[in-house]
Each structure stands twice: as structure tokens, then as C-alpha cells.
Nanobody, 120 residues
Framework: VQLQASGGGSVQAGGSLRLSCAAT????????MAWYRQAPGNQRELVAG???????NYADSVKGRFTISRDNAKKSVYLQMNSLKPEDSAKYFC???????????????WGQGTQVTVSS
């Protein structure tokens, strides 16, 4: 199983970006999914999460600006980021909790990260 993220880039403050992440490989179920970010010198932090039932939660710093969504048929999670600020600059990682098709065990998977840079 792999998570492949895309959609990062450079944008001016106030602009928008949309991140995408697709899970590939054999799996029994794709459960909770999320986006995290990590800026240089900082710890990785949760940006937004979404359950299989589409319940969502957001970091206070992005509420009202970011929207997380998922497409279960495409095994994908998305992050629409609007009104971007320089402090949103970081490497963004997608996360998924996946149950194996082989042994029914759940484990955490991480994407490779995609860079978001917001200039003032």
C-alpha cells in the first residue's frame, strides 16, 4: 500500500491550492484519513481529519479556510486550501489508517509529503 500526494506548490498570500492523495495497493478497508503538516524546526501537526463517515475536524488555525474531503471510490482524500497565509507554508503529508487485505490488521500509512509555500 502506498499513499501518493500531489498538488503542492508556491502561491501568494490569499491564494488557493488543492492537495490530493490517493491510496494504491491491496487493502481490506480505508479508514480514517487526514492531512498533517510540518514546517522546518516544528513538530508535525494535524491540519484536518476525516472519518469513513465523512465527519471532519480541523486545526483552529485553518478553520473556515481549509476543507477536507474524500472519495471512497477513488480511495482518495483532498484538502482545499483557501485564503492561504505565509504561516501555512510547510510540507504537507497525507495519512491513512488502513486495514490489511492479508491479515486484517490496521496500521498507519503516510504519503511522501508535498511542499506548500505561501509568499507575502
Amino acid at each position: 500500500v502506498q499513499l501518493q500526494a500531489s498538488g503542492g506548490g508556491s502561491v501568494q498570500a490569499g491564494g488557493s491550492l488543492r492537495l490530493s492523495c490517493a491510496a494504491t495497493g491491496s487493502m481490506f478497508s480505508l479508514n480514517d484519513m487526514a492531512w498533517y503538516r510540518q514546517a522546518p524546526g516544528n513538530q508535525r501537526e494535524l491540519v484536518a481529519g476525516i472519518t469513513t463517515g465523512a465527519s471532519t475536524n480541523y486545526a483552529d488555525s485553518v478553520k473556515g479556510r481549509f476543507t477536507i474531503s474524500r472519495d471512497n471510490a477513488k480511495k482518495s482524500v483532498y484538502l482545499q486550501m483557501n485564503s492561504l497565509k505565509p504561516e501555512d507554508s510547510a510540507k504537507y503529508f497525507c495519512y491513512a489508517r488502513i486495514r490489511s487485505a492479508f491479515n486484517s490488521r490496521e496500521r498507519d500509512y503516510w504519503g511522501q509529503g508535498t511542499q506548500v509555500t505561501v509568499s507575502s
